[in-house]
């Protein structure tokens, strides 16, 4: 599948064996659930018969639509994995498939039907904590993570109060969750990182979008980035929280490439390709952004014009680069205060050698 093809919600070769709807159920419905003793194991068999060697036909890498995936549609459209792949010997293909949500690639990545996926950065460390094996092999660059509103009377999520609801992806597990939990956490002490999680609702960037236009007020304040952040700053909305203030003072990862580290150590020419490839995506990027901003305009089909992706991508705010940045504070947070993973997990944990 490429790019322009039209997203597909279902794609039935992602379906996971049945031997692990167990593990399936208790990573989506219990993220902080630890996997049974016999899971775990059924697992590690998956994952051992997932296992090939190198000179497969084909590898599958899972992505979504959106900005935040503009190296993974590089690395499609040029074919740079096969650039790569052809020069360590190899003669393997790379099938990208466009999915309509984080799911379908979690579930490909535990089930074997996907070698690689991108995921969001709280994904991608609940993997690494409920696997210990599937970890970061890259990033996809460092974005703001802001919450706008047009509400005069809102100067901080301080202010938030019974007549506001703030739109997010997923209450109290997605990433800008997390980050409102995080600033909760600093301000009234680690105790009350929930407290804010109450005016937060689980909507998509497009709908709360539309609604922060409209000031409707289905929702009075949405947790995003770019684009939508800029939309609706040009609209005259504000920010009253931006992710620096809970990640040391620079903006962090939103989604990231992850793979298997037993698959990487039975097909290590494979993974060096894949890495090899996003490295040159990246460059590629940075070499000339305006020449990025015309690529994406043709190939991501998200419906922004040229100047809106020019001004996004070469924004001072976003950076484009392999190594994650900003993963620390949320594996952190997301052991000491908000629980979400079992075992306390370093940057080293979470990444593959290429990246300490």
């Keep these: 599948m490429t790019a322009n093809e039209p997203m597909r919600r279902t794609d039935p070769r992602l379906a996971p064996p049945k031997l692990s709807n167990g593990i399936m159920h208790a990573f ?34 899972g992505y979504q639509r959106g900005l935040a995936y503009l190296p993974v549609i590089l690395m499609e459209q040029q074919r740079l994995f096969e650039k790569h792949a052809t020069r360590l010997g ?12 984080p799911a379908p690639i979690v579930d490909g990545l535990l089930g074997g039907a996907l070698q690689a996926g991108v995921v969001g950065t709280p994904s991608a460390i609940l993997l690494t904590d409920k696997t210990k094996d599937i970890k970061l092999i890259g990033s996809m660059g460092n974005f703001p993570m802001l919450y706008m ?13 019974p007549q506001d609801k703030v739109a997010t992806t997923a209450v109290k597990t997605g990433i800008y969750s997390l ?8 301000l009234w002490g680690p105790e009350n990182y929930d407290r804010l999680d109450k005016f937060t609702v689980t909507m998509s960037h497009a709908d709360a979008l539309t609604a922060i236009l409209a000031g409707s007020g289905t929702v009075t304040v949405h947790g995003c980035s770019y684009p939508h952040a800029l939309q609706e700053q040009d609209a005259g909305a504000h920010v009253i929280l931006d992710s620096k203030e809970v990640l040391g003072g620079t903006n962090g990862m939103i ?19 894949i890495v090899a490839a996003l490295t040159e995506a990246h460059q590629w990027v940075n070499e000339d952004k305006d020449r990025a901003a015309k690529f994406f305009f043709d190939n991501g089909k998200t419906g922004e014009t040229l100047a809106e992706l020019q001004k996004q991508i070469k924004s001072t705010e976003v950076k484009f680069t392999i190594k994650p940045e900003g993963v620390q504070p949320f594996a952190d947070f997301m052991y000491s205060v908000s629980k979400l993973v079992k075992n ?13």
Excluded at 90 to 101: F, I, N, P, S, V
Excluded at 257 to 272: F, G, I, P, R
Excluded at 344 to 356: C, P, Q
């Design 28 to 61: 989506h419905c219990k993220l902080g659930a630890a996997i049974s003793t016999v899971g775990a194991v059924v697992l590690a068999l998956l994952c051992h018969g997932a296992l090939a060697q190198d000179n497969n036909a084909t590898i599958a890498i």
């Design 90 to 101: 190899l003669k393997t293909t790379a099938e990208y498939r466009l999915l309509g949500g």
């Design 149 to 161: 509103t047009k509400r005069p009377g809102l100067k901080t999520v301080a202010d938030l109060g």
């Design 179 to 186: 980050v409102l939990q995080m600033k909760a956490a600093k």
């Design 255 to 273: 989604t990231g490439l992850v793979a298997s580290q037993k698959y990487c150590s039975a097909n290590a020419k494979t993974c060096q390709a």
């Design 344 to 356: 306390k997990l370093s940057y080293n944990d979470l990444v593959f050698d290429n990246l300490k």
